[in-house]
């Protein structure tokens, strides 16, 4: 078990420092550091998302079994992606600080203020990406253990789940193409698009999906799943489901905005304040 987690605590923390430093110091690019911090936090996130997908892929459809059979990725690359979630804990932390200077909130008066200021961009951060910090964390503290005390049951679900991870790099792009103010071309209206059907797919439907599956191997109708399995299953679903409809209708109100035509009246029902 040691093993994955020191190599998965290497790659993304050292992805980020070699893309953060590739982008500052090639002669051709020299990047601000807030920009080269943003842009590889974004760059590592789509990166691991690619990573865990391919493994989910790998795993279920290895998986003829949906309980019984075992794949050793499954177990193997959740091992791995454990400091990845502890990584971008404190990536997502630098690029909220970056965003805070960039807007002139940061403290330019001597080293003074320097203590406060931090406490409170990191007041502010855990405001903001309070939910992303609880997902990740819960991923760490919760489904981690969970998926090492399965016994080896299960696989095929744990490599949907991670199949989840298929809309990651478009919400990634979307957010670049914002921060440098691209909202309105082509490729913002495409990857829109694209983010919506992924996450529509692959985290949303997901979850009926899974029953839908367990009630193909147990030769019941999907009505009758929820009844027939135990409550925490369903508890556990249903916290996991919360957060992703969530941000499912913050992509749905952000691609109305980004849909609606430009001379549409300014109360459709698709326009919503910020």
């Not at 403290?107 to 200021?117: C, H, L, Q, T, V």
């Not at 439907?205 to 135990?230: E, K, Q, S």
């Not at 925490?232 to 952000?254: E, S, T």
Request: hydrophobic content about 45%.
């Amino acid at each position: 078990m040691l093993t994955p987690m020191v190599a998965g605590g290497v790659v993304f923390p050292g992805l980020f420092l070699l893309s953060k430093n590739t982008l500052q110091r090639l002669p051709q690019l020299r990047w601000e550091e807030a920009d080269a911090v943003i842009v590889s936090a974004r760059l590592v996130s789509s990166v691991q998302a690619v990573m865990a997908s391919t493994a989910g892929y790998i795993v279920s459809t290895s998986c003829k079994h949906i309980i019984d059979d075992q794949h050793w990725l499954s177990s193997a690359y959740t091992q791995f992606a454990v400091p990845y979630f502890i990584y971008d804990i404190y990536a997502m932390f630098l690029c909220h600080w970056h965003k805070h200077q960039v807007k002139g909130h940061g403290g330019d008066e001597g080293g003074a203020r320097a203590p406060g200021s931090t406490w409170a961009v990191a007041r502010g951060y855990l405001h903001k990406e309070f939910l992303m910090v609880l997902h990740h964390a819960v991923m760490v503290l919760v489904c981690f253990p969970l998926s090492v005390w399965r016994q080896g049951k299960g696989d095929f679900f744990l490599g949907c789940l991670l199949m989840a991870e298929v809309s990651t790099p478009f919400v990634c792009l979307g957010k670049i193409l914002i921060q440098y103010k691209q909202q309105h071309t082509l490729l913002h209206k495409v990857n829109g698009a694209l983010m919506l059907i992924s996450f529509l797919c692959c985290r949303v439907l997901l979850f009926p999906y899974l029953y839908w599956a367990y009630g193909r191997h147990a030769g019941l109708p999907l009505l009758a799943v929820p009844l027939a399995i135990p409550v925490h299953v369903n508890l556990g679903a249903a916290l996991l489901l919360a957060p992703q409809l969530y941000w499912f209708f913050l992509i749905c109100r952000g691609a109305c905005r980004l849909f609606r035509p430009r001379g549409s009246p300014p109360r459709s029902p698709c326009q919503t304040q910020d």
